[in-house]
């Protein structure tokens, strides 16, 4: 096995990984009472499973075998520019995506940080299926292609996870504390404050 395709390899592992983590992730979020503000329930749980699906198919190359299947029993070709029949699969996940994101973007902009870590991991991955799509094959876009669809895949995870978590960013060296333990810090130093002697502001008088 060439170098090649120890990347394309490590790079399909890097996809299934993240978008599984995703997955996961949104499901915290809709089990999680405390963080249905960022995803209602039902949505949350169609997305962890969608995610958790498409982790399956990219592990397994399921749309693959599809397309190849359908191209050698049933003779379907892609149509026009689109390379192979298994992009169409691929193309209709996009799709639907982008739709979830335009029918939910008022509630989603609520958490606007959220919204654009799905927009900026979507993008990644949209742009990875075009490349594989409408891409020469055997040119530079094959590398391209899954190189965005981990980056996608992996950043996707790292945005499902912080608003699962309620992680915030604590200093430069990129350390996290829930936000949880951050108010337990806050009141942990307020309790202490309050039990701190006070100065004695009693008035004395001194005998004459």
């Not at 799709?95 to 029918?103: F, K, R």
């Not at 940080?113 to 094959?142: I, M, N, Y």
């Not at 806050?186 to 039990?195: A, D, H, I, N």
Request: hydrophobic share 50%; charged share 20%.
């Amino acid at each position: 096995m060439d170098a090649i395709h120890v990347m394309s390899a490590l790079a399909n592992i890097a996809a299934s990984a993240g978008l599984a983590l995703a997955g996961l992730c949104a499901l915290t979020i809709g089990f999680r009472l405390e963080r249905r503000h960022i995803l209602p329930f039902r949505l949350a749980v169609a997305s962890g499973v969608g995610l958790l699906l498409l982790a399956a198919d990219e592990g397994l190359e399921l749309h693959d075998r599809a397309g190849r299947w359908l191209h050698s029993e049933h003779g379907f070709v892609a149509p026009g520019p689109i390379n192979h029949v298994d992009d169409l699969f691929v193309i209709g996940y996009v799709a639907t995506a982008a739709a979830v994101l335009a029918i939910y973007a008022r509630r989603l902009l609520r958490t606007p940080r959220f919204f654009v870590g799905l927009l900026a991991s979507g993008a990644l991955l949209a742009t990875g299926t075009a490349f594989d799509a409408l891409g020469t094959t055997g040119s530079w876009t094959d590398g391209a292609e899954e190189s965005l669809e981990a980056v996608g895949a992996l950043l996707l995870a790292a945005v499902f996870a912080r608003e699962a978590f309620g992680l915030q960013r604590l200093d430069a060296a990129g350390l996290f504390l829930s936000e949880s333990t951050k108010r337990g810090t806050k009141g942990g130093v307020r309790e202490l404050e309050s039990k701190a002697p006070q100065p004695d502001k009693r008035v004395h008088l001194r005998p004459m």
